[in-house]
């Protein structure tokens, strides 16, 4: 018997539900034509609608063979296993739920997957539980910054959360610690500037109201230069700034109202690289304006947050980590990795930012990385 005639004397058993003949003939298919992934997704469900479950696992296994993707039959294999009680269940549904496709499902296979979920977030449940008690004595015995890297290092492991790298858009040194946001304790100044909170408000406030100040859109380039990730707000007044410094030059207009700023500002280890830095301003994100996740230019040089004017709701992400702005609550981030913010809220959101070395390098790298980047023109475009 062709191929053809096989598959449809098959076709016509599964309509009669006559399962065991439509089984014998999708066997007797699948060796005709071995290579063929269908022919053994339905010899897995004509199997596992009589009851053999290993012979079901075993098609299912020779589909996955021939693509080891295929969302159809990992999520077969996840019930199939779970069926079984086979310990490797809850990991194999979560292969199924990563090859979810886009789109609306048919209801029995979103009844499957949604099964699916519960089964797999219960088996992360336990296993988080598991791993948990496991570093429990080491876990105990670790300070603030050491315990936040062990959860985050479960939590990867769990593909809870992933990994992220530092990608900048133009300049990457080499060697340095990547950190989402870098511990507060390598930037003993950051109290100072946070105990002036009041004090730069109130000069936020000046500058806001003072007739001549510069208020202009954050990103601002030429539309025909290739940085997607920036179209969505490319001179878009839902994203503003206020700069004091801006690639290296003082913004008098908005600079001489800001007097204690720029007194702390100087305190600060800020990169001066011509055409490049340092960079100091107010952020201004309007009501319900998102940020899209990019990444910055330069990983030599960190960023810092100082929340001024922040609306409950509004928040932040750098790589797997989403914090939520507190007034007066600075942090230091790497910007070379994906960040990205939201103003959910009706009013606006207000964060001074400013950019500081990266504490790992030493002062000839800072040397070498400022006689590049102003040889290069700062990339002076593009800008913090």
Same mark, same amino acid.
């Given at each position: 018997?062709?191929?053809?005639?096989?598959?449809?004397?098959?076709?016509?058993?599964?309509?009669?539900?006559?399962? %065991?003949?439509?089984?014998?003939?999708?066997?007797?298919?699948?060796?005709?034509?071995?290579?063929?992934?269908?022919?053994?997704?339905?010899?897995? #469900?004509?199997?596992?609608? &009589?009851?053999?479950? #290993?012979?079901?696992?075993?098609?299912?296994?020779?589909?996955?063979?021939?693509?080891?993707?295929?969302? %159809?039959? $990992?999520?077969?294999?996840?019930?199939?296993?779970?069926?079984?009680?086979?310990?490797?269940? *809850?990991?194999?549904?979560?292969? +199924?739920?990563?090859?979810?496709?886009?789109? /609306? $499902?048919?209801? /029995?296979?979103?009844?499957?997957?949604?099964? #699916?979920?519960?089964?797999?977030?219960?088996?992360?449940?336990?296993?988080?539980?598991?791993?948990?008690?496991?570093?429990?004595?080491?876990?105990? /015995? +670790?300070?603030?910054?050491?315990?936040?890297?062990?959860?985050?290092?479960?939590?990867?492991?769990?593909?809870? %959360?992933?990994?992220?790298?530092?990608?900048? !858009?133009?300049?990457?040194? =080499? #060697?340095?610690?990547?950190?989402?946001?870098? =511990?507060?304790?390598?930037?003993?100044?950051?109290?100072?500037?946070?105990? @002036?909170?009041?004090?730069?408000?109130?000069?936020?406030?000046?500058?806001?109201? +003072?007739?001549?100040?510069?208020?202009?859109?954050?990103?601002?380039?030429?539309?025909?230069?290739?940085? /997607?990730?920036?179209?969505?707000?490319?001179?878009?007044?839902?994203? %503003?700034?206020?700069?004091?410094?801006?690639?290296?030059?003082?913004?008098?207009?908005?600079?001489?109202?800001?007097?204690?700023?720029?007194?702390?500002?100087?305190? $600060?280890?800020?990169?001066?690289?011509?055409?490049?830095?340092?960079?100091?301003?107010?952020?201004?994100?309007?009501?319900?304006?998102? &940020?899209?996740?990019?990444?910055?230019?330069?990983?030599?040089?960190?960023?810092?947050?100082?929340?001024?004017?922040?609306?409950?709701?509004?928040?932040?992400?750098? *790589?797997? @980590?989403?914090?939520?702005?507190?007034?007066?609550?600075?942090?230091?981030?790497?910007? !070379?990795? @994906?960040?990205?913010?939201?103003?959910? !809220?009706?009013?606006?959101?207000?964060?001074?930012?400013?950019?500081?070395?990266?504490?790992?390098?030493?002062?000839? @790298?800072?040397?070498?990385?400022?006689?590049?980047?102003?040889?290069?023109?700062?990339?002076?475009?593009?800008?913090?």
């Amino acid at each position: 018997m062709s191929l053809a005639s096989l598959l449809g004397e098959a076709d016509r058993a599964l309509a009669a539900q006559d399962f %065991t003949r439509a089984q014998k003939l999708l066997r007797e298919a699948a060796l005709a034509q071995p290579e063929d992934l269908s022919i053994f997704l339905k010899l897995a #469900g004509v199997s596992r609608a &009589i009851g053999q479950f #290993g012979v079901a696992l075993d098609a299912v296994h020779r589909a996955l063979s021939l693509s080891p993707l295929d969302f %159809t039959a $990992l999520l077969m294999r996840a019930g199939l296993l779970d069926r079984a009680g086979d310990p490797m269940a *809850g990991e194999a549904w979560g292969h +199924a739920l990563a090859q979810k496709p886009d789109g /609306q $499902l048919p209801p /029995q296979m979103a009844a499957v997957l949604a099964e #699916g979920e519960r089964r797999h977030a219960a088996w992360l449940d336990a296993r988080e539980q598991r791993l948990e008690a496991a570093m429990a004595v080491a876990e105990q /015995q +670790a300070d603030d910054e050491e315990r936040k890297r062990i959860a985050r290092f479960r939590s990867n492991a769990l593909r809870r %959360t992933r990994h992220f790298h530092s990608e900048p !858009t133009h300049f990457h040194f =080499p #060697g340095l610690v990547e950190r989402e946001f870098h =511990p507060r304790t390598l930037f003993p100044w950051l109290a100072e500037l946070e105990a @002036e909170t009041r004090i730069i408000v109130a000069e936020l406030e000046a500058v806001m109201s +003072a007739e001549r100040a510069e208020l202009v859109p954050y990103i601002q380039y030429a539309d025909h230069l290739p940085l /997607q990730q920036w179209r969505p707000l490319n001179h878009n007044a839902d994203w %503003t700034a206020i700069h004091l410094w801006k690639n290296g030059h003082k913004v008098e207009a908005n600079s001489r109202h800001c007097p204690r700023t720029l007194e702390l500002l100087e305190r $600060l280890p800020q990169p001066v690289i011509p055409g490049a830095s340092p960079n100091a301003m107010f952020s201004l994100l309007a009501p319900r304006t998102q &940020i899209p996740p990019h990444v910055g230019i330069n990983n030599g040089r960190l960023v810092c947050h100082l929340p001024l004017v922040v609306p409950a709701g509004c928040w932040f992400r750098v *790589g797997a @980590e989403r914090r939520h702005w507190q007034r007066g609550e600075a942090f230091i981030f790497d910007d !070379t990795i @994906e960040h990205e913010a939201a103003n959910p !809220t009706d009013q606006l959101r207000i964060v001074f930012i400013c950019d500081i070395w990266h504490p790992d390098l030493s002062t000839i @790298e800072r040397e070498a990385i400022a006689a590049l980047i102003a040889a290069e023109d700062g990339v002076s475009a593009v800008g913090l």
